[in-house]
C-alpha cells in the first residue's frame, strides 16, 4: 500500500509521525491509535481490507514511539498526555467527525478520549482494552517512588544494540511471543528501530518502558464509560477472555463494558493481544458488520 508519511508539531514542539492513506476528500476519517512500544505499523494489515477510495485513513506514531520525537529527560509518559496529544493532533487534521479505532494501550487512549468528544466521534472501535488498567494494591505515594525510581535507572542505562535486524526481532519476540505471531512482530518492528555504526537498537524513547507517575481510580474510569455516548465496538481476543475470566484480574475491571451506554462486544476465537495483526480479516469483518449495521439504524 502506498502510504504518504506526514509530520505534524504539537503545540510543546513534540513532532507526532504519521502514515496517510486512501481518499482525503472523503467525508469518512478515521484516526488509529496504536499499543504500548507499538507504532504505526501495527494497523497496516488491518486497513489493507479497507475499500480506500471510500475512507481517509490516518495512523499515528505516539510520542517516544514510531518516528515521532522523544520527550525530553525526567518528562512523563502518561496516558493523560496522551489523550492531548490525540485533541492536538485532530485539531491540527480540521476533522469535525471521524471513527477513533484503537488497540491495547491505544484503546484506553481513546476510551478517555471519547468519553470527552463523543460528540465528534461517529464510532469507537476498542481492541483489547477498555479503558487504562488500574493497579488498586498502589498507593499514590508508593507509585511516584516507582516511577521516579525506574526513570532515573532507564535514563542510566545504556542503549543495547543488536547485530542484525532478526537479532533485534528475536530479542523482541522472546518476550511477546503469547502476544503476536513473528511474522507480524517482524513488519510491526519495521518501524521501531534504528540503525547505526553501533547496529541495530528499538527506536521507542526508553522512558516509555517507565512507571506512571499516577493512574485513575476504578471510580473515575466508570465515570468515563458512562460519558461515552457514540456507538462503541469492543473487539477481544480468546486469550484476554480467559485471563479475565482469573481471579487475578479485578471483578470491577471484568464489568467495564456494562458501564458503556452503546456497546456491541465481539470475541475473536482463538486469538492472542495483536489480533488485529495476526487476524486482521476475522477483525476487520467485524468492524465491517458493526458499522454497516450501525447505517441502518
Known amino acids: 500500500m502506498m502510504y504518504t508519511e506526514k509530520i505534524y508539531k504539537l503545540l510543546d514542539g513534540l513532532e507526532i ?3 496517510e492513506i486512501g481518499n482525503l476528500e472523503s467525508e469518512k476519517k478515521i484516526l488509529t491509535l496504536h499499543g504500548w512500544l507499538d507504532n504505526a505499523n501495527s494497523f497496516d494489515f488491518l486497513i489493507s481490507n479497507f475499500d480506500l477510495e ?5 495512523q499515528m506514531d505516539f510520542s517516544g514511539h514510531g518516528k515521532s520525537s522523544h520527550k525530553q529527560p525526567y518528562s512523563h509518559y502518561n496516558i493523560a498526555s496522551r489523550v492531548s496529544e490525540v485533541y492536538q493532533l485532530i485539531e491540527l487534521l480540521k476533522w469535525h467527525k471521524y471513527i477513533l ?5 491505544g484503546a484506553a487512549v481513546a476510551t478517555i478520549y471519547a468519553s470527552l ?8 472501535i476498542l481492541i483489547d482494552s477498555l479503558g487504562p488498567f488500574v493497579r488498586p494494591d498502589l498507593s499514590a505515594r508508593k507509585l511516584l517512588m516507582l516511577n521516579i525510581s525506574s526513570n532515573q535507572n532507564l535514563i542510566k542505562k545504556p542503549p543495547k544494540y543488536f547485530k542484525t535486524y532478526e537479532n533485534l526481532v528475536d530479542n523482541s519476540y522472546a518476550a511477546r511471543q503469547r502476544d503476536i ?3 507480524s512482530l517482524t513488519y510491526l518492528l519495521k518501524r521501531g528501530f534504528v540503525k547505526s555504526s553501533e547496529g541495530y537498537r528499538y527506536s521507542h524513547h ?3 518502558q517507565g512507571i506512571s507517575q499516577y493512574q485513575y481510580h476504578e471510580e473515575d474510569i466508570i465515570d468515563m464509560l458512562k460519558n461515552i455516548q457514540c456507538p462503541t465496538l469492543f473487539i477481544l ?3 484476554s477472555v480467559e485471563l479475565f475470566s482469573q481471579s487475578g484480574i479485578p471483578t470491577a475491571m471484568r464489568k467495564r463494558h456494562e458501564y458503556v451506554p452503546n456497546i456491541k462486544v465481539e470475541i475473536v476465537e482463538k486469538s492472542a493481544h495483536h489480533l488485529h495483526m495476526d487476524k486482521p480479516k476475522e477483525v476487520f469483518n467485524l468492524i465491517n ?9
Not at 117 to 124: A, C, F, P
Open 54 to 58: 471510500n475512507f481517509h485513513i490516518v
Open 289 to 297: 458488520k458493526f458499522l454497516a449495521l450501525k447505517s441502518k439504524l
Open 237 to 239: 481476543c480468546s486469550n
Open 17 to 19: 509521525a504519521t502514515k
Open 206 to 208: 526508553i522512558l516509555c
Open 117 to 124: 468528544y463523543s460528540k465528534n466521534i461517529t464510532d469507537l
Open 101 to 105: 479505532i484503537g488497540h491495547s494501550m
Open 181 to 183: 505471531s513473528k511474522e
